[in-house]
């Protein structure tokens, strides 16, 4: 093997061994760094705000030293057969090595820190790995190798998180889309992904991106939230949460409506708690980050075309397919394009309890949007039909909205009566009052109810056994 173990052993040292150590004495000495630069750095808790990367250019330029020496020396083959524990035991101790060799002065802790550094870029995702090891953080937005933004609690920050070069942040783009069987390249430099724990990801690459690679990163709570904890966050009060409860357990079908990053996935996350176990529940989604805890859930994904442009599978493919897999409740990711037609179709033949979001920035542009799609799919239908068939279809549209203090607020909650002629009438079970903001710039209000106290899917509850919970809830609202 190769290592600091196997020299170390009585045994003699394989061949490649006896390389690295002739490499490393032919290796250009190291410039020490003056006491004091190198930060101590350790990646900061989850509950404190972004603490900025004070590594000075001598740790870089160390860092990049060594890690060619370790590229240069280790058996990339032979790593590649270790499990990540062994592998990483292996590269840090041959970095070990290297920096005894060269008398490199650094403290203990800068020491640790370049490890786990150098560790990152060989096995991980680089300098990603600290921000996407911690759980406050909701996006981190990557322009290029030297400008990395977060965001946390609502707020975009700069990091001095940095890349080597634009080089190594395709690589590590390149890295992410494999493991879901993508690709991203000049030939085709844009590319929808997730992560493992299923986080979303989105590369544009050069020649489209001009100043460099361009990752986004939407990262997910690995605790999965509940409408409780809604609650607690002041995005949702008490009974508006109980009234989506019972929208939810009576099966109507919910349309989430909102703008970029207010939510829209959470919200859908927590509604489908309320889906039962024994129901057949089939997603579909561009990248995959449902967090569904129903046993008997089929996760479908689209697909990109392949280097020939065959292969292609979009989500009107999916929404199809599903209504031949005897679906009890259909959930798709983002509707986005002519899929809105099936998804009606869907809900209004027996699919009830379907579910979808998306952008719109009031429910009635929700609608819009929808026979906006509908029309540009290419179906030659009546605008008044193409609004009855909506009617017939959506009960329920839920409002997102991300406020201009980062917090992300249910503003309303509005359910679909019915039809005038060629207008579709909407009626608001709750809205959220704004009330000005406090001494640190948050935006204070109330949700509200409207005095609607039975609303067009009563009976739907009544069947479920649920109208006095949802009586009582609407009466909360009143007070």
């Given at each position: 093997?190769?290592?600091?173990?196997?020299?170390?052993?009585?045994?003699?040292?394989?061949?490649?061994?006896?390389?690295?150590?002739h490499a490393m004495d032919s290796m250009p000495p190291v410039v020490a760094a003056k006491p004091g630069t190198l930060s101590a750095a350790v990646p900061p808790p989850a509950s404190q705000p972004f603490a900025a990367d004070n590594r000075s250019e001598d740790y870089y330029q160390i860092k990049a030293t060594i890690f060619s020496a370790l590229i240069d020396t280790i058996d990339l083959a032979q790593l590649a057969q270790l499990d990540p524990d062994s592998a990483r035991e292996e590269i840090r101790d041959i970095v070990n090595e290297i920096i005894s060799i060269k008398a490199v002065v650094m403290s203990i802790a800068e020491q640790e820190q370049l490890l786990q550094d150098i560790c990152n870029d060989v096995l991980g995702y680089g300098p990603l790995e600290p921000l996407l090891a911690r759980d406050d953080i909701s996006?981190?937005?990557?322009?290029?190798?030297?400008?990395?933004?977060?965001?946390?609690?609502?707020?975009?920050?700069?990091?001095?998180?940095?890349?080597?070069?634009?080089?190594?942040?395709?690589?590590i783009c390149q890295r992410i889309v494999s493991q879901v069987g993508r690709r991203v390249d000049e030939s085709s430099p844009i590319c929808d992904a997730r992560l493992l724990d299923g986080s979303r990801v989105n590369v544009i690459a050069p020649p489209l991106a001009l100043d460099g690679p361009t990752l986004t990163i939407r990262k997910f709570k690995k605790d999965k939230l509940k409408l409780s904890d809604l609650v607690r966050f002041n995005s949702i009060s008490e009974a508006g949460a109980r009234i989506l409860g019972v929208i939810g357990r009576c099966r109507c079908?919910?349309?989430?409506?909102?703008?970029?990053?207010?939510?829209?996935?959470?919200?859908?996350?927590c509604l489908t708690a309320y889906i039962d176990v024994d129901e057949r529940v089939i997603t579909c989604e561009d990248a995959a980050e449902l967090q569904l805890q129903q046993p008997h859930v089929v996760r479908l994904e689209t697909r990109p075309p392949n280097l020939e442009g065959q292969g292609s599978i979009n989500m009107r493919d999916l929404v199809r397919n599903c209504l031949r897999m005897r679906p009890e409740r259909i959930i798709v990711g983002e509707?986005?394009?002519?899929?809105?037609?099936?998804?009606?179709?869907?809900?209004?033949?027996?699919?009830?309890?379907?579910?979808?979001?998306?952008?719109?920035?009031?429910?009635?542009?929700?609608?819009?949007?929808?026979?906006?799609?509908?029309?540009?799919?290419?179906?030659?239908?009546?605008?008044?039909?193409?609004?009855?068939?909506?009617v017939g279809s959506i009960d329920v549209i839920v409002?997102?909205?991300?406020?201009?203090?980062?917090?992300?607020?249910?503003?309303?909650?509005?359910?679909?009566?019915?039809?005038?002629?060629?207008?579709?009438?909407?009626?608001d079970l709750m809205t959220f009052q704004m009330q000005g903001e406090d001494d640190q710039g948050r935006i204070k209000g109330r949700h509200?109810?409207?005095?609607?106290?039975?609303?067009?899917?009563?009976?739907?509850?009544?069947?479920?056994?649920?109208?006095?919970?949802?009586?009582?809830?609407?009466?909360?609202?009143?007070?």
């Open positions: 093997m190769f290592g600091k173990r196997a020299v170390s052993e009585s045994k003699p040292a394989p061949a490649r061994a006896v390389e690295r150590v996006d981190i937005m990557v322009n290029g190798a030297s400008r990395v933004f977060i965001e946390v609690s609502g707020k975009v920050q700069l990091t001095n998180v940095r890349f080597r070069d634009n080089a190594q942040l395709m690589n079908n919910i349309l989430i409506s909102g703008g970029t990053g207010s939510g829209k996935t959470t919200l859908l996350n509707v986005r394009g002519p899929e809105a037609f099936d998804l009606l179709q869907a809900m209004n033949t027996g699919h009830d309890g379907s579910m979808g979001t998306l952008h719109a920035n009031s429910p009635r542009e929700a609608l819009g949007r929808l026979e906006s799609m509908i029309t540009m799919g290419g179906f030659s239908l009546p605008t008044k039909t193409i609004r009855e068939m909506i409002q997102a909205e991300r406020l201009r203090d980062g917090s992300r607020r249910i503003t309303q909650i509005t359910e679909v009566v019915g039809s005038e002629g060629d207008v579709i009438i909407t009626q509200e109810g409207t005095g609607i106290v039975r609303p067009k899917f009563w009976e739907r509850a009544a069947y479920f056994g649920l109208e006095r919970e949802l009586s009582e809830a609407l009466d909360a609202l009143q007070v």
